[in-house]
């Protein structure tokens, strides 16, 4: 195992010289760094690459640390930061006793939410609601754009709170689907739909199924490890 201090900070790696003609880097889902080499590639070659790349090297052992401490438990203050789209954005809470119904708005990189009553579970109530109606939003919207690529159509769509599903699909061609995804890249958003529509065709997870999804979307895999990821931290 190696070490190299760079900007004030020590990232620790090892290095495995293979039969190959590229060098490149993994991280483990411990945030163990390795780097995979051709023989006879030089120390310095290598202590470019990590140079190079430190930013995503620190931010990947960071993801990686964090998950493996599983979820913190939220605090509904200024500041306290939460997942939309993807990103992580600060809470900005207003009390106003006018206020008809708790409720959020996204506006300058902050989730700005406005309840009548400051007590905390006002405030989840009011994310919690956000989250369901953006997930609605943009499922639907998924749907109409991946629509012309599929022949059959949902009966209907549901937003659900499940613990072990981020999307379902039924006999009756119902589509439900989870509202914590509205947490995740909309791209990720968009795999779970396509996943879900492809169920209409083919309701099981055989070749044909995986095929139909592949087809229209290539890269569902990586999406998938997105999810596998980072999925402890998606919750209000």
């Not at 190696?2 to 993994?26: A, C, D, M, Q």
């Not at 290539?218 to 209000?236: C, F, G, I, Q, R």
Request: net charge positive; aromatic share 10%.
């Amino acid at each position: 195992m190696r070490t190299h201090t760079y900007l004030g900070e020590t990232i620790r790696f090892e290095v495995k010289y293979k039969n190959r003609t590229t060098i490149g880097i993994s991280i483990d889902s411990y945030g163990n760094v390795e780097v995979q080499a051709p023989k006879k590639t030089t120390d310095e070659r290598v202590l470019r690459l990590i140079e190079g790349n430190w930013d995503v090297i620190q931010q990947k052992i960071n993801e990686m640390k964090d998950r493996q401490l599983g979820p913190q438990e939220k605090v509904y203050e200024h500041g306290e930061n939460f997942l939309y789209l993807g990103k992580s954005y600060p809470i900005k809470i207003f009390q106003d006793s006018n206020v008809m119904q708790d409720h959020v708005v996204f506006k300058a990189e902050t989730l700005h939410i406005y309840v009548k009553h400051l007590e905390d579970e006002k405030i989840k109530q009011a994310l919690k609601r956000f989250y369901y109606q953006q997930c609605k939003t943009l499922v639907e919207k998924s749907i109409v754009s991946y629509q012309s690529r599929l022949k059959e159509k949902p009966r209907s769509i549901r937003i659900s709170d499940s613990k072990t599903t981020w999307g379902t699909c039924d006999s009756r061609k119902q589509l439900t689907f989870n509202w914590r995804l509205a947490m995740a890249p909309r791209d990720v958003i968009d795999y779970v739909v396509v996943h879900e529509m492809c169920h209409l065709v083919h309701l099981n997870h055989d070749r044909s199924f995986w095929r139909l999804v592949g087809s229209i979307m290539p890269d569902y895999k990586d999406k998938e490890n997105w999810l596998a990821l980072s999925n402890w931290k998606m919750t209000v």
